[in-house]
């Protein structure tokens, strides 16, 4: 008995190294190198097409949880981040390639693994199977997908920020500091005096931007493009990704670009909340006004690319299960959850509930008291403006009686101790 996983990102690496381990034989498929999608630039598997950034590794913060959690489960993503990391103050970033090729490495010499690099277009609703594809789903498989499940396709904006060489960045101009002075100093700041903040945002709201696909303009907002943002109002970057807050050097600037480390050589660096959909000389234009980049070497230009999700509540239960089609599961971010440590999350979760599947063991969804927990209900429960859902507290089931400054201790204390329990029970 095999199980077939199509995708290998996020979701479906977990997915397949989880249950390879519990000595399941796993069928791998992935398109690439055969056929890339739109984003995808390399054969490596789980590569991180957007940032290099898993987030925050505070423990007290709802994905430094869910890291957590996920640690409990032994997650390959997991493992692959905290050996590949990279200077990110207190956010855990990593080396994009060796941490894609770490994880392609565990799974494509794992004696349970087959990996088939071709094409799905179709599935066998008999047959066990995960659904990992990711959000950028080939065409002929999503209309399959679609008939066979009787699902609502819906579909987001994603944009990627620009990165940028590290020699060709003036460090007698930008200077190394994290906000608020958390974590090491990993961060490059660019300081923008009031004038240069102004004809640089004058620039963003004035340029051209890349002419829209054929389909409908829905931008995730956690992946709002810069030139999207700046036109919300003139203090809106001031207050987001520009925030000059705790990053004073001489003086307080009026506010900062910043750039983080992107891969271990330090060679290259990603612009952090820069996410944007210009045009490549529009960019290249607007990018060298920013203090200390006026020489930059750009290494790959920022571009936007569409995300499709399903309507996962009405055919997806709180284990990522297909209701009327038992054999099949859909995880990562085609089910709902967006961000990276979520879609490993959703494939862990797939993985451990095929296995107790396969084992003729009820299937009980992870307790919503813990984060890989909410996630799951949050793609089961019905909603008539079903959106895409990062990892967050305010999807956690609420605590009785608590001190709002105890609030969120007691959170990260319940999700630890009742994932234990739920593991061993």
Known sequence: MYVNIIGAGLAGVEASYYLANKNIKVRLYEMRPKKFTEAHKTPLFAELVCSNS???????????????????????????????????????????TLFSTYITGKLIFHPNIEVIHEEVT????NQPTIIATGPLISEP????????????????????????????????????KSRYDKG???????????????????????AEVAPLKDFELNVFEGCLPIEVMAKRGFDTLTY???????????????AVVQLRQDDALKSMYNMVGFQTNLKFGEQRRIIKMIPGLENANILRYGVMHQNTYFNSPKVLNACYQVKDLPNVFIAGQLSGVEGYVESASSGLSCAYHMYRYLNNLKLTPFPNTTIIGALAHYIATPNSKFNPMNANL???SP????????????????SIETLKDYLNG
């Open 54 to 96: 898993l987030r925050s590794s505070d423990p007290l913060n709802a994905v430094g949880m869910l890291k957590e959690e996920l640690t409990l489960l032994d997650s390959l993503v997991m493992e692959a981040a905290l050996k590949t990391q990279v200077e990110a103050g207190s956010s855990l970033a990593v080396d994009r």
């Open 240 to 254: 987001g990704p520009l925030k000059p807050v705790g990053l004073e050097k001489d003086n307080k600037p009026f």
């Open 141 to 176: 498989l999503r209309n399959h997908l679609k008939d066979l499940l009787k699902l609502d396709e819906l579909h987001f904006y994603d944009a990627v920020a620009p990165i940028i060489e590290e020699s060709s960045i003036d460090k007698s101009i930008c200077y190394l």
């Open 394 to 396: 305010g999807l956690l």
């Open 399 to 414: 605590l009785e009686k608590h001190k709002k400054s105890q609030r969120r201790q007691l959170y990260h204390t319940r």
């Open 122 to 125: 179709t599935i066998d609703p």
């Open 184 to 206: 090491e100093a990993a961060y490059l700041n660019c300081p923008m005096t009031y004038d240069q903040y102004k004809a640089f945002h004058e620039a963003l709201v004035s």
